[in-house]
């Protein structure tokens, strides 16, 4: 039979499949702190970006720095504008 490995190879499959991803599961502190994290980045990193005089990658790396308090720079924070401080 032709589909005979092919078989094998489904049935392994879902028989090792971890569960769906779009099933429903309970949000846990971590899920709810990194979702948290990741919104609170973008959408500061989205707000400084606009004032200029920095790029983009470095409004996210500055916004994520303030997010988690981990205070990663790669601007001079002297050089920034008073509203991206």
Not at 6 to 32: E, I, Y
Not at 39 to 46: C, D, E, G, L, Q
Not at 64 to 76: C, K, P, R
């Amino acid at each position: 039979m032709v589909l005979g490995p092919a078989r094998d190879v489904w049935q392994w499959l879902k028989a090792h499949n971890p569960g769906s991803p779009f099933k429903k599961r309970r949000l846990s502190f971590m899920t709810c702190h990194y979702i948290y994290i990741i919104a609170v980045s973008i959408v500061a990193s989205i707000l400084m970006y606009p004032a200029g005089g920095i790029a983009y990658i470095d409004a996210l790396l500055f916004a994520t720095g303030a997010a988690t308090q981990s205070g990663l720079n790669t601007v001079d924070v002297n050089q920034l504008k008073t509203e991206q401080q």
